[in-house]
C-alpha cells in the first residue's frame, strides 16, 4: 500500500433541512469505501465517526445569534471545533484527512483545520454558492453558509473557530454552481472568488474547467482542501440528497473531474485535504448515491479504468 487515508466520520445533520444525512458515512462505508481506496493503492485507516448530539434533543434556536438565523449553531460549532482538531492531528501525523458528511457545514471544521499551518485553496464541487450568513439567509440552515464561516463574513469574523483566516477569497473555486438565490448571487459576483458554472461545463468540457480551477486554487498557496457535494451531480444520478437540482453533472463528468484532480495530486501533492458531504441514505435508491460518493473518493486517489 501507498499512502495513508484517514478516515473520519462527521455524522451531523444540524446544518440541514431535512433529516436523515447523519447516516452518510455509514451509508458510504457500507458503499464499500474501504475496499474502493485500497484498489487505488491506498491504506484507508478508519478512525470513526465523532460524537454529534441528536437533534431531538437539543433546541435548534437556543444559541441562535441575536442579530440572525443559524439553527443549531451551538452544537455545529462544537463538531466542527472536534473536526478541525482531528483533520490537524491527521495533517501533522503525515496522512491525509478524509472527512465524510454530514451536511456541508462540516466543511467549516475541514477548512479550520487543513488551514491552521497554510495557506489553503479551495475547490467547491457544488449546486450552491453556500455563501450565505446568518444575517443573509432566509432558512437558518447552516450547510448554506460554510464558506461565509470560512472567510469571516458577518458576525462569522467574531466566532475564531468558523473564520479560518488562511482562507482567502481568491484562492477559492466553485465548480459546476446551478442554484443560487439573488443576494448569493451579487455576493459571488462582488468577491474575489473564481465561478465556473454548469453553463462554463456545458462549453468547455469538465477537464479543461476543473484545471483551471486548479490553477486558480494553487496560485499562491501552500495546498488544497476539495469540497465535494454528491448535491453537485444530477439528481438522477445522485438521488440521496437532500437540495437536488436538476442539470448537474453526469456519472462521466465527475469521475473525470475527481481523476483530474488525482493527476494533480499525484504530480505535485498539493491536494492536502478532502470532504465528501450530503449523501442522505433515506432518500437515497439501493444506495445508489453513498456507492458513487465511494467511487469518486476512489477516484480522487487514483483509481483509473486503465
Known sequence: MGETVRIIGAPMDHGANRRGVDMGPSAIRYAGLADELESAGID????????????????????????????FLGEIEGVCRRLSDEVAETLA??????????????????????????DLGVIWFDAHADLNTPGTSPSGNVH??????????????EMEWAHAPRVREESIVYV???????????????SEMTAFTMADIDQRGITAVVEDALDVATDGTDGVHVSLDLDWLD???????????RGGVTYREA??????????????????????????????????????AAELSASAFGKRIL
Open 93 to 118: 501525523d503525515g496522512e491525509f484527512p478524509l472527512v465524510l458528511g454530514g451536511d456541508h457545514s462540516v466543511a467549516i471544521g475541514s477548512l479550520h483545520g487543513s488551514s491552521r499551518e497554510t
Open 176 to 190: 459546476g454552481l446551478r442554484s443560487i438565490d439573488d443576494r448569493e448571487r451579487d455576493l459571488v459576483r462582488e
Open 44 to 71: 484507508p485507516i478508519d478512525a470513526g465517526d465523532l460524537h454529534v448530539p441528536r437533534a431531538e434533543e437539543r433546541d435548534p434556536d437556543a444559541t441562535a445569534p441575536t442579530d440572525g438565523n443559524a439553527k
Open 235 to 245: 439528481p438522477k444520478t445522485a438521488p440521496g440528497v437532500g437540495t437536488p437540482v
Open 144 to 157: 448554506g453558509m460554510p464558506l461565509a464561516a470560512v472567510l469571516g463574513r458577518g458576525i462569522f469574523g
Open 255 to 292: 469521475h473525470s473531474a475527481l481523476e483530474t484532480v488525482s493527476e494533480r495530486r499525484e504530480a505535485d501533492g498539493v491536494v492536502r485535504s478532502m470532504d465528501v458531504v450530503e449523501v442522505n441514505p433515506i432518500l437515497d435508491e439501493q444506495n445508489e448515491t453513498a456507492t458513487l
